[in-house]
């Protein structure tokens, strides 16, 4: 079984700093198997990124993700206020333990 | 616009049994692969079970086998979860999500409906 380990465990930044979240994958996984989403306080989480790099729809390009292998990262290029969230990896039926972003 | 809206959750004993439901609008609903996805309050997302679009394919997690069962009825647009042998560790609130069937990534969610486990 697959076990995806996020990190940081809370990232704390400030809006318009550059947010970079990492997901390690305990073996090497399929890059088509690898997807990021977010998830505000009392609501659904969302879909960001596909395959390891494709946004979902209506997602902003300040969002994107890389990596391959066993190592992923989520990068949000410019933070705006409503970026901090949770943000989970997944990978086929497997999530992480999740990252908070939180406001410095 | 896809719309899924889930139905059912509520207070239940242990070893007791519940039904949830998802309502899904807004897209071919028998073209799509779908899946049950779980919070623990405080806690992390945990894949529950997903199913093909013919509903000729089936997975659960290890943590669920043999005590839920996922199905679905493309006539009524509806997928459901009928989860029996109920234990305080499957209180969460559960989430229907539309699913792909390349990868398992799921776009569009649910609100989620709250079961609770509690004598």
């Known amino acids: 079984e697959i076990v995806l380990t996020q990190s940081p465990g809370t990232l704390s930044l400030s809006p318009g700093e550059r947010a970079t979240l990492s997901c390690r994958a305990s073996?090497?996984?399929?890059?088509?198997?690898l997807a990021w989403y977010q998830q505000k306080p009392g609501q659904a989480p969302r879909l960001l990124i596909y395959?390891?790099?494709s946004r979902a729809t209506g997602i902003p390009d300040r969002f994107s993700g890389s990596g391959s292998g066993t190592d992923f990262t989520l990068t949000i290029s410019r933070l705006e206020p409503e970026d901090f969230a949770v943000y989970y990896c997944?990978?086929?039926?497997?999530f992480g333990q999740g990252t908070k972003l939180e406001i410095k | 616009q896809v719309q899924l809206v889930e139905s059912g959750g509520g207070l239940v004993k242990p070893g007791g049994s519940l039904r949830l439901s998802c309502a899904a609008s807004?897209?071919?609903?028998?073209?799509?692969?779908m899946s049950w996805i779980r919070q623990a309050p405080g806690k992390g997302l945990e894949w529950v079970s997903y199913?093909?679009?013919?509903?000729?394919?089936?997975y659960y997690a290890d943590s669920v086998k043999g005590r839920f069962t996922i199905s679905r009825d493309n006539a009524k647009n509806s997928l459901y979860l009928q989860m029996n042998s109920l234990r305080a560790e499957d209180t969460a609130v559960y989430y229907c999500?539309?699913?792909?069937?390349?990868?398992?990534?799921?776009?569009?969610w649910g609100q989620g409906t709250l079961v609770t486990v509690s004598s």
């Open positions: 199913i093909s679009s013919s509903g000729s394919t089936i």
């Open positions: 997944q990978q086929g039926h497997t």
């Open positions: 395959g390891a790099s």
């Open positions: 999500a539309r699913t792909f069937p390349i990868g398992y990534s799921h776009d569009y």
């Open positions: 807004g897209f071919t609903f028998s073209d799509y692969y």
């Open positions: 073996q090497s996984v399929s890059s088509s198997y």
